[in-house]
């Protein structure tokens, strides 16, 4: 599951960024970006599964926050600041298309993790398979923004879908540093 979660994000980093460029797209820039940390934390969590152990345990859970922590303050400013000024973004088909078999992809990948992660309670798997979730959500409020922006000319939208990801973001970024401090103890 981490290396098709791992495949499916590689191909998808390039095409979301590609198309969020060429749209002007706050949000679509933020889920490049979120697919980036997907692919971090699927590399960490088959290094820890590897050698599973407390302390490299508690590393993977460190890495994954941190990097959600970025994500929040890169999509904060974008979303932010095109708001401020108005920026438009234009329609991406290839966006749209590509974040609707995403969206069934991470569902069908997150339940896979869970299972996964229960059955070996594993609590680096366990958190994965809800970056992996959030990754589903973060789609869904992409689209919705695109499809909005694209259907109704709403452009501001966008970077509000942008702000959807700043809060999962955050919530995830601090629920796996509470979990990366239990390891400790």
Not at 58 to 82: E, P, T
Not at 91 to 120: D, E, H, N, Q
Request: hydrophobic share 60%; aromatic share 10%; proline share 1%.
């Amino acid at each position: 599951m981490e290396y098709a979660t791992l495949g499916w994000n590689v191909v998808g980093t390039g095409i979301i960024l590609i198309t969020a460029v060429a749209a002007g797209s706050v949000a679509l820039a933020g889920f490049g970006i979120d697919s980036l940390i997907e692919i971090l934390a699927s590399i960490v969590v088959v290094w820890q599964l590897k050698a599973i152990g407390q302390a490299r345990e508690r590393r993977a859970l460190r890495l994954i926050s941190i990097a959600f922590f970025a994500l929040v303050i890169y999509v904060l400013v974008q979303s932010a600041r095109a708001i401020l000024l108005q920026a438009h973004s234009t329609t991406s088909p290839v966006g749209i298309g590509w974040l609707c078999a995403t969206l069934v992809a991470m569902l069908l990948l997150a339940f896979g993790k869970y299972r996964t992660g229960k059955a070996l309670n594993n609590v680096v798997l366990l958190t994965e398979s809800r970056v992996t979730l959030v990754d589903a959500y973060l789609v869904a409020a992409v689209l919705i923004g695109l499809v909005l922006n694209s259907l109704l000319g709403w452009w501001w939208a966008d970077p509000v879908a942008g702000l959807v990801i700043v809060y999962y973001g955050f919530r995830e970024g601090q629920h796996a540093w509470k979990e990366a401090s239990q390891a400790i103890h």
